[in-house]
């Protein structure tokens, strides 16, 4: 008998197990086993290695969120200290643990104006919370109908009931009876892929001024918030353009609309600011935070609210609403190592000054290649425009599929992309040097390369 199969990290009986055993989210689970499940079992810095031993550059951070790369012993020792002084104790019924104050008040001194936190497990969770918290708002302001949300076409939110439905990926509301009712969704800032004939910034204040004509239509006295990325990742980087957020903050504060800021992803420092918002120069009344707050080493999310905010929701009777993990003792102590990791190294100023300005100006070459429609980049958040041709912004009959078939290639030269649709999408740690730059570069053009001649061999070019 081949004694492989009894190794633990035996790669084909680790897949065939985990073709058995495991559903996993966001994955066709029926084809996966047959394409290969990528079984990843080491990270160190930028890289992470899989189940054959092979070293693997992480242009996506995990998914957006290992700031501060891979195998930060400070990190871990921080838990484990914290697991046996105190793995766990909850923060209802007027309990809290030392791990909660020191992550909320270092929150409150990241963002001046925001003093007080709310903690979740996740940004799905995040967004549930604001959804309750905004309409709790309103009521105690004397203003209950103002429970309308206004949210934007292939946002994502997360994928629990609420913030799914705030999310605007239709083909997530088809599966499940969503959204819920009282959100309505407006046309994103995407100049490439929906801005026609109109400049960039003529784009950017026409889907600006839909916010404006969404309120009216059901009259600000019913809306209580608007909501929106700064940047919007899973939808493709879409980086709306420079009139657009001040437009959308103009528009809020005259009829009296909430601008909650989801800042899951470009929270902590991933646009070269703390958060996306002081990055496009707009200050929301509430932001919703995970991933980069602790690099993903735990789980925790939670809303930051601004001080007129939670002044009212502070003197208002108790929020009916927690979670049992909601500021979970280890959690917050990875997050509180974490944030200091991030100040200490100085990784935010790293990503405004130096990596983040030295790959984009690498990204931009790649504008030239004869699939890519447009390369773009903040801070480190980059994205790629795949297009059968240029000068049209046309993309692939199938994006899915093309993108998909990119970040293949690109996984097989080395390199974790990721694709939605046909845009490729990198967001590597903090801690990228600049050779590990120059590599995620150099094979993100290879992949382009394989890809263009898989399109041609298809027929599509
Ligand atoms: C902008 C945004 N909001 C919310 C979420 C949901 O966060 P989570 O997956 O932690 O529930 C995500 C996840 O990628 C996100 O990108």
Not at 205 to 230: H, K, Q, S, T, Y
Not at 269 to 284: E, I, K, L, V
């Amino acid at each position: 008998m081949d004694q492989s199969v009894n190794d633990p990290m035996n790669p084909a009986s680790l897949r065939a197990r985990d073709a058995r055993h495991h559903f996993h989210p966001f994955t066709d689970n029926a084809t996966l086993s047959r394409d290969g499940t990528r079984v990843i079992v080491r990270g160190e810095g930028s890289h992470v290695y899989d189940v054959e031993g092979r070293k693997i550059l992480d242009g996506f951070s995990g998914l957006w969120n290992v700031a501060v790369g891979y195998g930060r012993r400070e990190i871990a020792d921080a838990a484990y200290k914290q697991m046996l002084e105190l793995p766990f104790y909850n923060t209802f019924f007027k309990s809290t643990t030392v791990p909660a104050i020191e992550l909320s008040e270092i929150l409150g001194d990241l963002m001046p104006g925001f003093t007080r936190s709310f903690f979740t497990n996740s940004g799905s969770e995040g967004n549930d919370t604001i959804i309750r918290l905004v309409r709790h708002y309103w009521a105690l302001r004397g203003k209950p109908n103002k429970t309308h949300f206004i949210a934007r076409n292939n946002a994502y939110h997360g994928s629990t009931v609420g913030g799914a439905s705030l999310g605007g990926m239709t083909w997530m509301h088809k599966q499940g009876g969503l959204p819920i009712p009282g959100v309505i969704h407006v046309p994103q800032p995407w100049w490439w892929g929906e801005g026609g004939d109109m400049s960039p910034a003529e784009f950017g204040l026409w889907a600006a001024r839909e916010v404006a004509l969404a309120i009216d239509r059901v009259g600000a006295e019913n809306v209580g918030a608007f909501i929106g990325e700064p940047i919007q990742g899973a939808g493709g980087v879409i980086m709306p353009p420079d009139t657009y957020w001040p437009e959308v903050e103009r528009i809020c504060r005259e009829r009296d609309v909430l601008i909650v800021s989801d800042e899951v992803i470009c929270g902590f420092g991933r646009t070269g600011s703390w958060f996306g918002c002081q990055h496009y120069g707009y200050t929301p009344d509430l932001m919703t935070f995970a991933k980069n707050v602790t690099s993903g080493y735990l789980p925790l999310g939670g809303v930051m609210m601004a001080d007129h905010i939670s002044d009212v929701l502070h003197e208002g009777r108790e929020f009916w609403h927690g979670f049992t993990t909601s500021g979970h003792p280890v959690c917050c102590a990875a997050g509180v190592a974490n944030l200091r990791i991030i100040q200490r190294e100085r990784l935010v100023e790293r990503v405004r000054d130096e990596i983040g300005p030295y790959l984009k100006q690498r990204w931009m070459t790649l504008a030239d290649h004869p699939i890519v429609g447009e390369a773009r980049m903040v801070g480190l958040l980059g994205a790629l425009e795949l297009t059968s041709d240029k000068a049209a912004r046309t993309r692939f009959a199938n994006p899915d599929l093309a993108g998909g078939i990119c970040r293949d290639f690109a996984y097989a030269r080395g390199l974790i992309l990721r694709a939605t649709g046909s845009t490729m999408l990198t967001a590597p740690p903090y801690i990228l040097t600049e050779t590990e730059a120059d590599r995620l570069v150099e094979l993100s053009r290879l992949a382009l390369d394989d890809a263009a001649a898989e399109f041609r061999r298809r027929g599509w070019l």
